[in-house]
């Protein structure tokens, strides 16, 4: 039954992580936290360490990939912090949207806060646009990486469970 408890979990975190919630660590605390009540240890420290040390690179990656692809569209690195915090505080405040406004903020706040950060750094409009979508394909890249990892740390969480 604790499997299947886990199983569940597991499946709701990855629906988390689409929505740009923080569902990669609801899955690493939920198989520390069945890995403490089910006796014999039997997902493995090795392996809850290995799942948080993802966990972190992904994030790392989500907040990394939409500047870095700003600056390799032509973009300052005021443009990168722009799309940074913009898709961040675009997360926070959302979209009027129910479940998805989340992503949709983090997606047009990455777009805005580079666009704004060039366009006040003296850019012509037409590149502040350019860098903008830079930013915005970041985000859409590092979102699908971490859907990807998050897949990877489930699978890899269930396996160990269930063996």
Not at 3 to 19: E, K, M, N, R, T
Not at 47 to 75: H, N, P, W
Request: net charge positive; hydrophobic share 60%; charged share 10%.
């Amino acid at each position: 039954m604790t499997l299947l408890i886990l199983a569940g979990v597991i499946i709701l975190s990855l629906i988390l992580i689409v929505l740009g919630l923080p569902g990669l660590w609801i899955m690493v605390a939920s198989a520390v936290v069945y890995n403490m009540i089910v006796p014999g240890d039997p997902i493995g420290w090795v392996s809850l360490i290995a799942v948080a040390v993802l966990a972190l690179v992904a994030e790392l990656l989500e907040f990394t990939m939409t500047g870095r692809y700003a600056r390799k569209y032509g973009g300052s690195r005021r443009a990168g912090w722009g799309a940074i915090l913009g898709g961040i505080l675009g997360a926070m405040v959302g979209f009027p949207v129910p479940i998805v406004g989340p992503v949709i903020g983090a997606f047009v706040g990455s777009f805005v806060g580079a666009l704004v950060a060039e366009l006040t750094g003296g850019a012509s409009a037409g590149d502040a646009t350019r860098v903008a979508k830079g930013a915005l394909i970041g985000r859409v890249v590092s979102t699908m990486l971490k859907i990807g990892i998050g897949f990877t740390i489930g699978i890899w969480i269930f396996i160990a469970a269930a063996k």
